[in-house]
């Protein structure tokens, strides 16, 4: 491989209380999908009333992502997995996909979540998955954990007028203002508190969580629970 004229310059260090930052953050992400394939799931009681789902409604599967907007792992599953499931599962009518929010990581994750529930509340199931959509994309690929206040309000609002107009934003931002939005982020809060949730993403199919090592364990989750085992 040739040198180019930069290869002598010095690359710049990070702080060693940085890089153990980073690396501990993306283990807890992790931990959402990396299970031992062999522990058997019980089926727990998972309310979904009042949630933003993809699919139909009497589809026989319910598959639920335990999320924070901030996770870069949770980043990655929005852009490579989910795009799988829709094609393999929900565009199919055998699942519903939901999204609830477990925002762990800091002020960002509440604030874009929190966000987030007032998009859902005053523009609608469509519109949600859209801003939905929309934040995990403008996540920075190479996001720098130190700097804490990536998703300001500011950030929020500009990325919604993205996609509606501005009359509709302005609602979504005095439904936040006015913290209406605040119950339905605390619901979820405490339905991942009940289920013992410790990490991003995680994902549960009919009330059984997740606990195999790829995306054929998945979909063979997903399969048997379609035929009712």
């Known amino acids: 491989m040739s040198k180019g004229k930069n290869s002598k310059k010095k690359t710049k260090r990070q702080s060693p209380k940085i890089i153990f930052w980073i690396v501990g953050l993306l283990a807890i992400c992790m931990g959402g ?3 031992l394939s062999n522990t058997t799931s019980k089926v727990e009681a998972i309310d979904y009333n009042k949630q933003p789902f993809l699919g139909e409604e009497l589809a ?3 598959i639920v992502e335990f999320g924070d907007y901030k996770c870069p792992i ?6 490579s997995f989910l795009p799988q499931i829709q094609k393999d599962f929900i565009n199919t009518g055998k699942a519903r996909f939901y999204f609830m929010n477990y925002s762990f ?8 979540a929190k966000f987030g529930e007032a998009v859902y509340k005053e523009l609608g199931n469509e519109t949600f998955w ?13 996001l720098k954990y130190e700097r804490m206040d990536i998703f300001t309000e500011e950030f929020l609002e500009d990325a919604l ?8 934003a302005q609602k979504v931002v005095k439904t ?3 913290k209406e939005s605040e119950s339905a982020w605390d619901n979820d809060m405490k339905e991942a508190s009940k289920l013992e949730i410790t990490g991003t993403p995680t994902l549960f199919v009919n009330g059984k969580k997740f606990e195999g090592n790829s995306y054929e364990d998945f979909k063979e989750m997903v399969e048997n629970a379609a035929k009712g085992e």
């Not at 002020?107 to 874009?112: A, P």
């Open 105 to 112: 990581i800091n002020v960002d994750s509440i604030r874009s």
């Open 33 to 35: 999908l990396l299970f």
């Open 130 to 142: 859209e801003f939905h959509e929309l934040l995990f994309n403008k996540q920075p690929n190479d």
């Open 60 to 62: 026989p599967v319910q």
């Open 74 to 79: 949770c980043k990655n599953f929005n852009e």
């Open 161 to 168: 007028k993205e996609i509606v107009s501005e009359e509709e």
């Open 176 to 178: 936040f203002h006015n």
